[in-house]
């Protein structure tokens, strides 16, 4: 079956990094367009980044522009999420998804989230 694991996530404090990943198994990973969300408490869950199958084409939230660069590799079937200079804004649950849409049916896949705090 498909699977999504998250990991990297962890407590930094303001101004630092941290760099996500997002390992894929069971699909098709070079057909799949590729993004990271994240839903903080209280708040809905919100697109932060996402990124083409041929890794060619991004986009960004306005809140993260030139702070947070997503990458994947489809060698390893990994996409990525650096996040430089943390914001306590920032804090979340980041959620990877797997989306694709084939022959008029779409395939969603998510993962279960890694937990991101930015505190002094």
């Known amino acids: 079956q498909v699977q999504l694991v998250e990991s990297g996530g962890g407590l930094v404090q303001p101004g630092g990094s941290l760099r996500l990943s997002c390992a894929a198994s069971?699909?098709?990973?070079?057909?799949?367009?590729m993004s990271w969300y994240r839903q903080a408490p209280g708040k809905e869950r919100e697109l932060v980044a996402g990124i083409g199958s041929a890794g060619t084409s991004t986009n960004y939230v306005d809140s993260v522009k030139g702070r947070f660069t997503i990458s994947r590799d489809n060698a390893k079937n990994t996409v990525y999420l650096q996040m430089n200079s943390l914001k306590p804004e920032d804090t979340a649950v980041y959620y990877c998804k797997a989306g694709l849409r084939s022959w008029g049916r779409e395939y969603t896949y998510w993962g279960q989230g890694t937990q991101v705090t930015v505190s002094s």
């Open positions: 069971g699909l098709m990973f070079s057909s799949y367009d």
